[in-house]
């Protein structure tokens, strides 16, 4: 028997997104790749653990609005939002089984770019042409509002300002860029989210449970 991807190699890894032993030339160079790969393969794992520890810090030219800058404390007084942002996208993830870190990334940098421009008093919408993207797009643009909204019920004002918010995207955009290696089929950074944001029980198709404090 020979590889099913290259015809010529051994089979020696069993890969379950074929549900055939592959090469373990194939596994590396396909993974994630042309190989649409489940969280939870083995091979998978100890690839990410080894990048992991091998990685180098992003260049300025990779990192996220440089010129950008909040302590880490303006993070942490708001990790309720955060929290917020991170389980409106896991949980479409549950409906859409295609979405990947480029698809996320791109909805959360046209986002960020919408509230940056509305800190300048101008409104100015460019969702993302890619339909799942521009779906997502729309999915935290409401969670958004339904925060802001239940907020001013419950304290009779929203505190959170466009200005904050766009902070707070590009501060999930780093953690994005950061955790993402890249691949066309990665969900490195959606497996680290659900790994800091476990999904709550009761979380439906259609949005996220918010709780204002």
């Given at each position: 028997?020979?590889?099913?991807?290259?015809?010529r190699r051994p089979p020696k890894r069993f890969?379950?997104?074929?549900?055939?032993?592959?090469?373990?030339?194939?596994?590396?160079?396909?993974?994630?790749?042309?190989?649409?790969?489940?969280?939870?393969?083995?091979?998978?794992?100890?690839?990410?653990?080894?990048?992991?520890?091998?990685?180098?810090?992003?260049?300025?030219?990779?990192?996220?609005?440089?010129?950008?800058?909040?302590?880490?404390?303006?993070?942490?007084?708001?990790?309720?939002?955060?929290?917020?942002?991170?389980?409106?996208?896991?949980?479409?993830?549950?409906?859409?089984?295609?979405?990947?870190?480029?698809?996320?990334?791109?909805?959360?940098?046209?986002?960020?770019?919408?509230?940056?421009?509305?800190?300048?008093?101008?409104?100015?919408?460019?969702?993302?042409?890619?339909?799942?993207?521009?779906?997502?797009?729309?999915?935290?643009?409401?969670?958004?509002?339904?925060?802001?909204?239940?907020?001013?019920?419950?304290?009779?004002?929203?505190?959170?300002?466009?200005?904050?918010?766009?902070?707070?995207?590009?501060?999930?955009?780093?953690?994005?860029?950061?955790?993402?290696?890249?691949?066309?089929?990665?969900?490195?950074?959606?497996?680290?989210?659900?790994?800091?944001?476990?999904?709550?029980?009761?979380?439906?198709?259609g949005g996220s449970r918010i709780i204002v404090?």
């Amino acid at each position: 028997m020979s590889c099913p991807i290259c015809e010529r190699r051994p089979p020696k890894r069993f890969c379950p997104a074929k549900g055939e032993k592959i090469c373990a030339i194939c596994c590396g160079r396909e993974r994630e790749v042309t190989i649409d790969c489940p969280s939870g393969c083995p091979y998978l794992v100890a690839a990410r653990r080894y990048e992991a520890e091998h990685r180098k810090p992003l260049s300025f030219e990779e990192f996220p609005y440089p010129d950008v800058e909040f302590l880490p404390e303006f993070v942490h007084e708001r990790w309720t939002v955060v929290s917020g942002l991170a389980t409106a996208i896991l949980a479409f993830q549950i409906e859409s089984q295609d979405l990947n870190d480029g698809t996320v990334l791109g909805a959360l940098e046209a986002l960020a770019e919408t509230y940056r421009t509305l800190e300048t008093g101008i409104y100015y919408e460019r969702p993302p042409d890619a339909s799942l993207a521009r779906a997502l797009y729309r999915r935290i643009a409401r969670f958004v509002q339904e925060f802001q909204t239940q907020e001013a019920e419950h304290r009779g004002f929203s505190s959170l300002k466009e200005s904050e918010l766009f902070r707070l995207l590009v501060f999930l955009l780093r953690v994005g860029k950061r955790e993402a290696n890249g691949r066309p089929r990665s969900r490195a950074f959606l497996d680290f989210l659900r790994s800091q944001f476990p999904l709550p029980q009761g979380v439906a198709k259609g949005g996220s449970r918010i709780i204002v404090p």
